[in-house]
């Protein structure tokens, strides 16, 4: 889909996503908006919600007017490093995109 492969596996109304292939940088939004496109076009469902990180995300659909079941409650929050600096004199600083999952 666009540049990403994805195995997909769905129980009832809830998908598991998992990205087969490496892209750099692993931006979330871009994976995530092409990952639900290839649940979509696979189940006819529509992702009404979604919770993850890059490589594994989980999905609630919703399908023949059925709402998506209730999102889980977030168990961690996975960081990626955008931009670091560090120098012997200053110290270092960081710049973080977290997502809750």
Request: charged letters at 25%; one cysteine or more; a negative charge.
């Amino acid at each position: 889909m666009e540049g990403s492969t994805f195995t997909i596996r769905v129980r009832d109304r809830m998908a598991e996503v998992i990205r087969t292939n490496t892209e750099w940088p692993a931006r979330y939004d871009a994976i995530s908006a092409r990952a639900q496109k290839a649940v979509f076009l696979e189940t006819g469902c529509t992702p009404e919600w979604v919770t993850g990180d890059p490589a594994m995300m989980l999905m609630g659909l919703s399908c023949d007017g059925e709402p998506a079941p209730p999102e889980p409650r977030s168990r961690s929050i996975a960081c990626e490093i955008m931009d670091a600096h560090y120098s012997e004199r200053l110290g270092g600083s960081a710049s973080l995109e977290c997502f809750r999952y």
